[in-house]
């Protein structure tokens, strides 16, 4: 059954707990991917609306900065639960404004959700110390305290999940924050706004300001002296500019960037467990992830094998409308990202990779790309060099360890890789030997609100979720004491 109807939309600016449209009453359109309908016209932020926001932030955090954890702490709670009571609402939006099929977009959503219910419990776990010093006489006494205004800036590819990911450790810290989600997607953001009300989160503390100019809006707010925090997930290119911004007024910056993740499967992998895992990092999200595999270097003497293995469960994959029963690949976000995925096989074919399945775009509307596997991808294939964010899987070879590792690490990027194998030992010792913030062993997904996510290189700055995650919303203050 095709869900057709579309649901009851916030389309305003979420300022100081109330919706208002914007000052300026600008407006643009959302448009849904799988047949480039207008889904809504939603408010623009402009300059006036984002001091409106400030003054609401900066008056909301005395109240929220001083109640005690625990009391934070519930509010998010609810909030968790209250996302899963609306988890297919939820779930049904983000295949609306993003395209990805209905099991992604509940998938991100239960990640999103999960974000609230960690930080739930981490928000009781803010600890310090207290110890003599080695020679003074004083005692050291270490604690953390809420930064200050956080800006938070998100990407189109998990509009629900990228938001919650920086607004629950904001809140759980103490700090107020201003959501910039990106002009593809912002109805999800806007739509869990009345759900953090529910939960009892405080006019003023969580203010959402859609807009397709975000250059001047960001920058803006980060000039506010008010703001001590900017947290921003997207592109490298974006993320520069950003950091540079930040120099500013030395904001603190969380920065998650770009990926080009490596697979490594060695010989001695368990194949089902490699394909599945390979699968999983190549087409959850259909590639537009920035934990997406993009470089699959396989051994040699499997080679064959496992090619063929990760081209049939490909070519089993249902392409369609997100919203349809028994489609699992939605369309791209938009006609941008579609053309590039296309270029990018096609440079690859012209530099001598093989096609093995897909590579065309299909007539009609939406911005839809089939799974596509290519083999023999030479390294110089620009795929190879930038993130394909598409349902591409782009294979190579390998017969040594040290090579592969090399190959691996050779990259800007840093976020995260995969190794399978059979040999533990020899995983393990492989994984050490990468140079990225995070490695999957024998596991195409590492995504957990328990671990530290982030990257190493010019994937970022700083780690959302685990426990290092609220510590991107604290300051650290030492007080020297004497008694
Ligand atoms: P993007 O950098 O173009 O946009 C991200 C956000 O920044 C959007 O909200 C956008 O409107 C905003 N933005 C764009 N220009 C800006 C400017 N000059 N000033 C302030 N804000 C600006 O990225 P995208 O295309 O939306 O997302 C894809 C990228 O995000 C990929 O590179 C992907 O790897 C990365 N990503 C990283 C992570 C991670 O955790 N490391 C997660 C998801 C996506």
Avoid at 241 to 270: C, I, Y
Avoid at 338 to 344: C, H, Q, Y
Avoid at 383 to 411: K, L, M, W, Y
């Amino acid at each position: 059954m095709t869900q057709t109807a579309t649901p009851h939309l916030e389309t305003d600016l979420y300022i100081d707990g109330a919706w208002r449209p914007a000052t300026g009453g600008a407006r643009f359109d959302v448009l849904n991917p799988a047949d480039e309908t207008v889904i809504a016209s939603v408010a623009a932020a402009d300059i006036d609306d984002a001091d409106a926001a400030l003054d609401a932030a900066a008056a909301a955090m005395p109240d929220w900065a001083a109640r005690p954890p625990r009391e934070r702490a519930e509010i998010l709670r609810r909030a968790f639960e209250l996302m899963h009571a609306h988890k297919e609402d939820i779930a049904r939006l983000i295949t609306l404004e993003n395209g990805k099929a209905r099991a992604d977009a509940m998938g991100e959503t239960l990640y999103a959700a999960e974000f609230f219910r960690w930080f739930a419990e981490e928000a009781v776990r803010a600890d310090g110390m207290l110890t003599p010093a080695p020679a003074s006489g004083a005692r050291i006494m270490v604690q953390h305290r809420p930064a200050g205004i956080a800006a938070l800036v998100t990407p189109w590819n998990y509009p629900a999940a990228m938001g919650t990911r920086k607004i629950a450790p904001a809140l759980a810290a103490g700090c107020p924050v201003i959501i910039k989600p990106a002009a593809e997607t912002p109805l999800t953001m806007l739509a869990l706004m009345p759900l953090l009300e529910e939960a009892g989160v405080p006019r003023g503390l969580v203010n959402v300001l859609p807009t397709r100019a975000s250059g001047p809006l960001v920058d803006h707010i980060m000039h506010d002296p008010r703001v001590r925090v900017i947290s921003f997930t997207g592109s490298t290119g974006v993320g520069r500019t950003l950091l540079r911004t930040a120099a500013d007024q030395v904001l603190k910056p969380a920065m998650e960037l770009g990926g080009n993740a490596p697979v490594v499967v060695f010989d001695d992998a368990d194949l089902d467990t490699a394909v599945t895992g390979t699968m999983l990092a190549k087409m959850r999200n259909l590639g537009e992830a920035c934990t997406a595999a993009n470089r699959i270097y396989v051994h040699r003497d499997i080679a064959e094998d496992f090619t063929r293995r990760l081209t049939d469960a490909m070519a089993a994959l249902t392409l369609g409308n997100g919203l349809e029963d028994g489609v699992d690949v939605g369309p791209l976000v938009n006609a941008a990202t579609r053309d590039k995925v296309a270029e990018l096989v096609e440079d690859a074919l012209a530099r001598g990779a093989t096609l093995r399945l897909g590579g065309a775009v299909p007539d009609g509307k939406g911005f839809f790309y089939p799974p596509t596997v290519l083999a023999e991808v030479p390294p110089d294939a620009l795929c190879q060099r930038e993130e394909i964010f598409g349902p591409v899987a782009a294979i190579q070879t390998f017969s040594d360890t040290d090579d592969v590792v090399a190959r691996a690490n050779d990259t800007e990027y840093g976020l995260v890789a995969y190794v399978f194998s059979g040999d533990f030992r020899r995983g393990l010792q492989v994984c050490e030997r990468l140079d990225y913030g995070m490695v999957g062993l024998n596991r195409g997904l590492v995504s957990d609100p328990a671990a530290p996510f982030g990257g190493m290189k010019q994937s970022g700055l700083g780690r959302e979720g685990g426990h290092e995650g609220m510590l991107e919303f604290m300051e650290t203050q030492y007080i020297s004491a004497e008694w």
